[in-house]
């Protein structure tokens, strides 16, 4: 077999190994750099032995992905403040856009999907989002097919307690409230803005001892307000740039001036904005400053 076939076949699928690999580590730099490694192994295999591409190449890259989760345990575990996911930026009519599901990428279900242990995670991602048997899921966590269905029982269960429950809102909603949203911050209209928030609204930021940002989650929609405003008024003495943008497949704005200062984004659920999550820590910044491109 040729060098292109193995790129052909590895090019075709590596939308769907991106995905499972940032599910898992919910990094858009280290997901890179696990299809990377999974390439350089894959082009070693004699592809006449290969059955199924797809579980072949699933297999490989989850297993490539849990071995970067538990390099990295130590580092998060030192985290200072709230770990949130790297962003993961999105173009209008993005190649990827049928594969990165959008209730999966979401920065809440990453963030839930935290909670599990690194095998429950690979576990529930390739049976649950993706629909692999059972058997290709032991093979990529190294266990048993008994086991393996056993974990995943647990993880869907986790997840299902910890999951909220909302009406789906429709992209026309979501653009309507986000603007709605942009043009209450941006005037200081506090009244607008509260009427926009749920009452139990959340805003976690995550800087990573890195820059200034509550290192705890902040609750209720008068605290979350009084964020959202002095975040506003200084863009406005900062001279600094809001770009609105999707991440995540999720309303998300971009701050920048000089660098680039963050990235925030936006959950609403049943019409209401329920969630703010703002990513500061620089390094997980690099992939919104510097666009990855997802080829089909």
Excluded at 34 to 47: G, K, P
Excluded at 152 to 166: G, I
Excluded at 197 to 225: C, H, I, M, Q, Y
Excluded at 276 to 288: H, T
Aim: aromatic content about 6%; proline content about 3%.
């Amino acid at each position: 077999m040729s060098a292109d076939e193995h790129a052909e076949r590895f090019t075709l699928l590596r939308p769907l190994l991106f995905t499972i690999a940032y599910e898992i580590l919910g990094s858009v730099t280290e997901s890179d750099d696990v299809l990377q490694n999974s390439y350089l192994r894959w082009a070693e295999v004699d592809l006449a032995t290969v059955r199924d591409t797809k579980s072949y190449l699933a297999q490989l890259v989850t297993r490539q992905a849990l071995n970067a989760v538990r390099t990295s345990a130590r580092r998060r575990e030192d985290y200072i403040g709230s770990w949130l996911p790297e962003p993961l930026l999105l173009e209008e009519n993005d190649a990827s856009a049928d594969v990165l599901l959008a209730e999966s990428v979401s920065m809440a279900m990453l963030v839930l999907l935290e909670t599990l242990t690194p095998d429950e995670r690979a576990v529930f991602v390739l049976r649950e989002v993706f629909g692999f048997e059972y058997h290709d899921i032991a093979s990529a966590v190294g266990k048993s097919v008994t086991t393996v269905r056993q974990v995943a029982h647990r993880a869907r269960e986790h997840v299902r307690a910890r999951r909220r429950r909302f009406e789906p809102v429709d992209a026309a909603t979501t653009a309507r409230i986000t603007e709605q949203f942009l043009t209450a911050a941006a005037t200081g209209d506090l009244e607008g803005l509260l009427a926009l928030l749920a009452p139990d609204v959340t805003w976690t930021a995550d800087s990573g001892g890195r820059t200034t940002a509550a290192r705890r989650p902040v609750v209720g929609a008068e605290k979350v307000a009084a964020v959202l405003m002095n975040l506003f008024r200084l863009e406005r003495l900062a001279n600094l740039r809001m770009e609105r943008v999707n991440c995540n497949n999720t309303p998300a704005m971009v701050l920048s001036g000089e660098r680039l200062e963050g990235v925030f984004l936006i959950e609403i659920a049943d019409g209401k904005i329920t969630n703010f999550y703002a990513i500061r820590n620089p390094d997980k910044l690099l992939a919104v400053a510097f666009p990855r491109r997802i080829s089909r």
